[in-house]
């Protein structure tokens, strides 16, 4: 049995400190396989994503290019929330990798500031039954979880030019693309 984890966010855009909990989460073994999962219209977020699916799962791509090889050959990209019509919802991803992984143990991978709003979620009593969930300490959030040090980088700071913790292929395709104006 493996220990599959799913690890969804907007990632607007995927930065250094996503990069970090991913390392950590396999060289740590905490799980075996991990989904990287961009999510489609998340709903208990204030604002839409700035950047679009497409362009979200590609930064996601080339950051995860940058890994050592023995980490990213244990992580993928999923697009299934960008894909769907409609909401995003935990859920039925969770239940999408569940028929994926049916003999494997899932677990849903979140910081604290997600933790925090997980009461929210749609179906969120059932999803508690069918997943583990591994919440990590971020900085400036009560502690709920494990500590993996995450670093004190988020998406907002980059997007306002506040920060540059990211690595540069995503950097460039940023510029390239003319995401964020900034």
Not at 64 to 87: F, H, K
Request: contains cysteine; glycine residues 6%; hydrophobic residues 40%.
């Amino acid at each position: 049995m493996s220990r599959v984890g799913i690890y969804g966010g907007t990632f607007d855009p995927i930065h250094n400190g996503h990069l970090h909990l991913i390392r950590q989460l396999i060289e740590r073994k905490i799980i075996d396989h991990l989904i990287l999962v961009p999510a489609g219209r998340p709903l208990l977020r204030d604002n839409e994503p700035k950047a679009n699916g497409p362009d979200r799962r590609t930064m996601c791509q080339l950051a995860l290019s940058t890994l050592p090889d023995e980490i990213a050959s244990q992580v993928e990209v999923s697009p299934i929330e960008i894909l769907r019509e409609g909401p995003s919802y935990a859920i039925d991803t969770v239940e999408a990798v569940r028929a994926t992984y049916p003999n494997d143990e899932i677990f849903l991978i979140m910081g604290a500031d997600a933790y925090s709003k997980i009461d929210q979620w749609h179906r969120a009593k059932e999803l508690h039954t069918m997943v583990s969930i591994i919440c990590v300490d971020r900085p400036g959030f009560a502690s709920h979880g494990i500590d993996l040090a995450a670093l004190d980088v988020s998406s907002t700071a980059i997007r306002a030019g506040l920060s540059t913790e990211l690595p540069e292929e995503v950097a460039a395709f940023m510029r390239e693309n003319r995401l964020y104006d900034n």
